[in-house]
């Protein structure tokens, strides 16, 4: 168990829908990054957030943001969702966003299905 | 930009057998390079890692050496074990602005043992 923290397990939807997906950081982590893991494109990295604010961002889809909160949970709000949209999507929580390196520690993800 | 290139797989062998996994990459910047493993129904796992030229990770009997002349991380486990089917994942992490340290992955090896 990593600590971090990743709900709902699963997720089905139709198209042109709109989900939040839900990630709790291990305790004391400040970075929270979002994945993708879809069979065609693989694992990408998708944005960053660092004790609420947005630190990176790789390749997200304007249809998509997320948020990180005060007590430091992240969402990710997928929206106008396409058939395409269908993957794994991995929550990692780090202790800091810079300098050194700092292990990132994944979730067990929440598997969407467009339909 | 920042990629990875990882050997496809599927990889399929005999329990106690050698394995090599083949890993090079392309980075702007001095990157960390890591190995995540995922075992099925679960998130990724950071494996090892290596943070300079000719550090070599190590951990559960695999090893990988951080090779800058050849750009390459090559993962390897002298006897293999039922227990170590799953997707291999090399990755790279370099300093971007913000000091963001997001992961960029290669597309994964299934590596099946079988008994």
């Known amino acids: 168990d990593s600590g971090v923290t990743q709900t709902p397990k699963h997720l089905i939807t139709a198209t042109g829908q709109r989900v939040t997906l839900r990630c709790s950081p291990r305790?004391?982590?400040?970075?929270v990054y979002w994945y993708q893991q879809s069979l065609d494109q693989g694992l990408q990295f998708l944005i960053q957030?660092?004790?609420?604010?947005?630190?990176a961002k790789g390749n997200i889809l304007e249809r998509f943001s997320a948020q990180q909160f005060p007590d430091l949970h992240s969402e990710l709000n997928l929206s106008s969702l396409e058939l395409g949209d269908s993957a794994l999507y991995f929550c990692?929580?780090?202790?800091?966003?810079?300098?050194?390196?700092?292990?990132?520690?994944f979730g067990p993800g929440t598997r969407l299905t467009v339909l | 930009g920042n990629s990875v290139t990882q050997m496809e797989g599927p990889v399929t062998l005999s329990e106690e057998a050698f394995l090599t996994i083949n890993c090079t990459y392309t980075?702007?910047?001095?990157?960390?390079l890591f190995w995540y493993v995922q075992y099925p129904g679960e998130g990724l796992q950071l494996l090892l890692k290596?943070?300079?030229?000719?550090d070599k990770g190590s951990n559960k009997g695999f090893e990988a050496t951080y090779r800058k002349e050849t750009t390459s991380f090559h993962l390897e486990k002298g006897s293999v074990q039922v227990s170590d089917s799953a997707v291999y994942f090399c990755?790279?992490?370099?300093?971007?602005?913000?000091?963001?340290?997001?992961?960029?992955f290669g597309s994964g090896t299934q590596l099946t043992v079988l008994p």
């Open positions: 957030y660092y004790n609420g604010e947005e630190r």
């Open positions: 990755a790279l992490s370099v300093t971007s602005s913000g000091s963001a340290r997001q992961l960029t």
């Open positions: 290596a943070t300079k030229a000719d």
């Open positions: 305790s004391g982590d400040l970075s």
């Open positions: 980075a702007t910047g001095y990157p960390s």
């Open positions: 990692a929580s780090s202790v800091v966003g810079s300098g050194g390196y700092n292990e990132q520690f």
